[in-house]
């Protein structure tokens, strides 16, 4: 028994939806097909696949085992690769997942650019924000995370950022501008919603002095679990909201939004690119890594350094 060829069956199998699906991908006939399957439960001693009439599905045991051939195959596909080529050249799939703030403003800016450098690595990036995002699944997963974030990943730090305090212009000459932390209560307050449900009760920290904080109880009149809704119902002067210095620069550079209560933050936070437990990370994941911290660090010191107010 060729017991790759069984493997790649088997994982194409699932892949595909099907046995007919499969070998027309694989460029075998079905039975061949079949016969690879087959022979690989015989040699592990346990069925891996339910087969019906209409569709395949995985097995307790196939599950778990898929798990460790999808593995086994990528990094003898990366071992051979890395032997068998001739050049420099980078090319291949670099698959991402990111949620919608940072696909937006960190991945999107960055595609032109990575593109006309590597024109042969093409980008699949998906966009969630799932509580346990399936770092295995991807090349590389941006996650946003407070500075004590110590999960057991494998990750880079691209970023470390706080969380400032804005509003537009109208809304101030509306309202009048806080003065203090405590102001916060008269104002119109626009708040991302927690995961563990909705607080009237806002913390400030001092950005120069870690000591200071305060609780300060407002009632929100808007709550969203969506970072840009917030930031464009503040442009539009619906209230005050928080955001990242990093987003927040080219609105208070234009004049569209306004820092207020500095030196007063409401979070500390990093970003992170988390990598899966793999032994050989691809090329193609190394340089799009290395130009994503470059260029998000130099684009972000650049809009802060002609930022005079954040």
Same mark, same amino acid.
């Given at each position: 028994m060729d017991r790759l060829a069984s493997m790649r069956a088997f994982q194409k199998v699932i892949d595909e939806g099907g046995f007919a699906a499969a070998?027309? /991908?694989?460029?075998?006939?079905? /039975?061949?097909?079949?016969?690879?399957? /087959?022979?690989?439960?015989?040699?592990?001693?346990?069925?891996? +696949?339910?087969? !019906? !009439?209409?569709?395949?599905?995985l097995t307790d045991a196939g599950e778990s085992y898929l798990d460790r051939v999808r593995v086994i195959l990528q990094e003898l596909d990366e071992a051979h690769a890395l032997v068998s080529s001739k050049t420099s050249e980078l090319a291949g799939v670099l698959r991402l997942l990111a949620?919608?703030?940072?696909?937006?403003?960190?991945?999107?800016?960055?595609?032109?650019?990575f593109r006309q450098k590597y024109p042969k690595i093409l980008l699949d990036i998906d966009v969630d924000s799932p509580r346990e995002p399936p770092i295995e699944d991807y090349?590389?997963?941006?996650?946003?995370a407070q500075t004590s974030f110590d999960a057991n990943v494998i990750a880079r730090k691209v970023l470390?950022?706080?969380?400032?305090?804005?509003?537009?212009? !109208? @809304?101030?000459?509306?309202?009048?501008?806080?003065a203090r932390p405590e102001d916060l209560a008269q104002h119109d307050c626009l708040r991302i919603k927690p995961a563990a449900g909705r607080s009237n009760r806002w913390r400030l920290l001092h950005e120069t002095?870690?000591?200071?904080?305060?609780d300060i109880e407002v009632q929100p009149v808007l709550w969203a679990n969506h970072t840009d809704? +917030?930031?464009?119902?503040?442009?539009?002067?619906?209230?005050?909201?928080?955001?990242?210095?990093?987003?927040?620069?080219?609105?208070?550079q234009n004049g569209d939004l306004v820092r207020v209560l500095n030196p007063w933050i409401t979070d500390r936070l990093t970003m992170y690119a988390a990598l899966p437990s793999r032994k050989f990370m691809p090329r193609r994941t190394e340089v799009f890594l290395? @130009?994503?911290?470059?260029?998000?660090?130099?684009?972000?010191?650049? /809009?802060?350094?002609t930022c005079s107010t954040c």
């Open positions: 070998a027309r /991908a694989l460029d075998m006939s079905p /039975a061949v097909v079949t016969r690879l399957v /087959a022979d690989l439960e015989d040699h592990l001693g346990t069925r891996l +696949l339910h087969r !019906t !009439t209409r569709r395949v599905s949620p919608p703030v940072l696909a937006t403003h960190v991945l999107a800016p960055l595609v032109s650019g090349d590389i997963t941006l996650m946003g470390s950022s706080v969380t400032v305090l804005l509003a537009s212009p !109208t @809304y101030l000459k509306r309202r009048g501008t806080p002095d870690e000591a200071r904080a305060v809704t +917030l930031l464009h119902a503040a442009l539009d002067g619906a209230g005050i909201t928080a955001t990242t210095i990093e987003l927040a620069a080219p609105f208070i290395d @130009y994503l911290i470059e260029q998000t660090r130099a684009r972000v010191e650049s /809009a802060l350094a």
